[in-house]
C-alpha cells in the first residue's frame, strides 16, 4: 500500500474532483501531497481527513506569481519535489460562434497555461529526483466533437506540450506519463453520465502510472468507461 512512502507530490485541482481523490489515495500510499486549489476551505477540509500528509496550498494556476510560490513553498518546506500532477482543468461547451471569448481564455489560462507554469517551475527540481510529471488530458484531448472548440483545443495543446516535454525530459530520466480519460463523475459536468468512470477508477490508473517498475514509463494511457450496448450510439 504505502509505495510512495517519503514521495513528495503536488497535485493541482487538489478541492474536489479527480484531483481530491488522488490527494486521498497518494496519502493513503505514505506521500507527503500539497493539494493546490483557488478554495482553500475545501482544501484544508481535504487535509483534515490526513493530518500532516495533505498540505493545502491556494493557488490561481493562471497566475505566474502564485504558480512560483507553489513550487518554491512545497521543496523549502519538504526538501525536494518527486510528482507532479498536472489535473485542474475546466470545460466550457458551445459551438465556436456560441463560446465567449472570455471561455475561450479561461480554457487555455486553466488547462494549458497552468500546466506550462507548474512545468516550467518544477522541472529544476524534477530532475535532481528523477521524478514524474503526470498530465490528465482528456479523449477531448486526441478526439475533437462539435461544441468543444475551446476544450479540445486547450487538451490538443496539452498533449503537444506532454510530448515537447516528454522529449526534453528523457535526457535527465524525468517521466512524462499523460493520461486521456473519458467521462468522469465528477462537478465537471451537470450531467455525468450514468456509466461514467468514477474518480476512483481514474486515480488507481494513475496510481500504476506512478508507481510502475524501474524502467517502465506510461507515456500515454487513454481510458473510457465502457458503454452498455444499448447507450452506444
Ligand atoms: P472538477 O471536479 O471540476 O475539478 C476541477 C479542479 O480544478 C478543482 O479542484 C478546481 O479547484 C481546479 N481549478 C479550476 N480552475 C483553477 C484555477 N484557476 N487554479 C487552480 N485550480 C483550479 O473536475 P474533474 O472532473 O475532477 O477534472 C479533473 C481533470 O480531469 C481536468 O483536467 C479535466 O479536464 C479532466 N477530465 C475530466 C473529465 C470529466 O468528465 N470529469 C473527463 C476527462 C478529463 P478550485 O475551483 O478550487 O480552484
Not at 481523490?21 to 478554495?39: D, W
Not at 456560441?98 to 475561450?104: K, R, T
Request: aromatic residues 6%; glycine residues 10%.
Amino acid at each position: 500500500m504505502a509505495d510512495l512512502q517519503g514521495k513528495i507530490v503536488i497535485i493541482t485541482g487538489g478541492s474536489k474532483g479527480l484531483g481530491a481523490s488522488l490527494a486521498r489515495r497518494f496519502a493513503q500510499g505514505g506521500a507527503q501531497v500539497v493539494a493546490a486549489a483557488r478554495s482553500t476551505d475545501a482544501l484544508e477540509r481535504l487535509a483534515g481527513e490526513f493530518s500532516g500528509h495533505i498540505f493545502p496550498f491556494t493557488c490561481d494556476l493562471t497566475q505566474a506569481d502564485q504558480v512560483k510560490s507553489l513550487i518554491d513553498t512545497t521543496v523549502n518546506q519538504f526538501g525536494k519535489l518527486d510528482i507532479l500532477v498536472n489535473n485542474a482543468g475546466v470545460g466550457r461547451f458551445g459551438s465556436i460562434p456560441e463560446l465567449s471569448e472570455e471561455d475561450w481564455d479561461l480554457m487555455m489560462n486553466v488547462n494549458l497555461k497552468g500546466p506550462f507554469l507548474t512545468s516550467k517551475f518544477a522541472i529544476p527540481h524534477l530532475i535532481p529526483s528523477k521524478g514524474h510529471i503526470v498530465n490528465v488530458s482528456s479523449v477531448a484531448g486526441i478526439e475533437a466533437f462539435p461544441g468543444g472548440g475551446g476544450y479540445c483545443a486547450s487538451k490538443f495543446g496539452l498533449m503537444a506540450l506532454a510530448d515537447v516535454l516528454t522529449k526534453e525530459l528523457k535526457k535527465h530520466e524525468v517521466k512524462v506519463n499523460t493520461i486521456c480519460p473519458g467521462s468522469i463523475q465528477t462537478e465537471f459536468s451537470e450531467n455525468p453520465k450514468s456509466y461514467a468512470l468514477t474518480a476512483e477508477q481514474v486515480t488507481e490508473a494513475i496510481w500504476h502510472i506512478v508507481t510502475a517498475p524501474e524502467g517502465v514509463i506510461y507515456n500515454q494511457v487513454i481510458m473510457r468507461p465502457q458503454v452498455p450496448p444499448q447507450m452506444q450510439k
